[in-house]
């Protein structure tokens, strides 16, 4: 592979890991539970400060069962920090989240979400992510 080759190549693969971290944000706040096999691989691990699954099906679970707390959510990631190797890569995001609990009472929640990707056939998708979170305002605390 030639050296533009290789560098058109690391962009696509960066745009395209740039492209699932938003789709992973859309999927949670629009509800998309059909795309999730767009975005994860089939033994996806997640672990989060609502608990840990692995699996496609337990997954989608652990979200849907969280998410019924919530009127509507509103995640933003940024300083998005990914590190390709090869057919695997690291991707860092820092996440702020809202969430509205009742008309009258928000949360907000901020984070770093730790993926991990693999190349599939298919295209990149996530086989890991991890959830730390970073502060926590008390009602969402309470939600949890």
Known sequence: MT????????????????????RHTL???QA????TALIFTGDVA????????RGIEALV????GSQSAYEA????????????DGDTASVRANDIAIFAISGEEEAVAAG?????ARRTPA????????????????SIARAL
Request: charged share 30%; aromatic share 8%; net charge negative.
């Open 3 to 22: 050296t533009t080759e290789a560098l058109v190549r690391r962009l696509a693969d960066r745009a395209e890991l740039e492209d699932l971290v938003a």
């Open 46 to 53: 997640v672990t989060s400060p609502r608990g840990e699954a």
């Open 123 to 138: 295209g990149w998708r996530f086989d890991s992510l991890e959830v730390v979170p970073f502060a926590l305002t008390e």
């Open 112 to 116: 770093v979400h730790r993926y991990t």
């Open 27 to 29: 999927w949670v706040d």
């Open 61 to 64: 679970g652990l979200v849907t």
């Open 73 to 84: 959510t509103l995640h933003t990631k940024a300083n998005l920090v990914i590190d390709l």
């Open 32 to 35: 998309r539970w059909d795309e």
